[in-house]
């Protein structure tokens, strides 16, 4: 499976991004899709999945009603929306498919990272 992720950029604190990361090679729809991210300095983190079975998803505390998970099966491409972004938000975001839920170590293919920076 390859992962294109797309759509970061510089954004003003109070701002919103979509990230997108197109996904080939695989079956989309049976895998759980996942975005993390990391900052400079700091450990990758768990940010928000789309779980393939029941569409349910699930997010980092941090960004919990902030950021939205979304998926399109027929297009192979999950989305993350990004609203109100704060200065801490800013890291590069991976998407990530054929794990489970947040635990990124279950993760067996990556897309390249994405660069998201927030100015204050």
């Known amino acids: 499976v390859q992962l294109q992720a797309s759509g970061g950029g510089l954004v003003q604190a109070g701002g919103s991004l979509r990230l997108s990361c197109a996904a080939s090679g695989g079956t989309f729809s049976s895998y759980d899709m996942a975005w993390f991210r990391q900052a400079p300095g700091k450990d990758r983190e768990f940010v928000a999945v789309?779980?393939?079975?029941?569409?349910?998803?699930y997010y980092a505390d941090s960004v919990k009603g902030r950021f939205t998970i979304s998926r399109d099966n027929a297009k192979s491409t999950v989305y993350l929306q990004m609203n109100s972004l704060k200065p801490e938000d800013t890291a590069v975001y991976y998407c990530?498919?054929?794990?489970?839920?947040?635990?990124?170590?279950?993760?067996?293919?990556w897309g390249q990272g994405t660069q998201v920076t927030v100015s204050s």
């Open positions: 990530a498919a054929g794990g489970v839920g947040g635990n990124q170590a279950l993760y067996d293919f």
């Open positions: 789309s779980r393939w079975s029941g569409g349910r998803t």
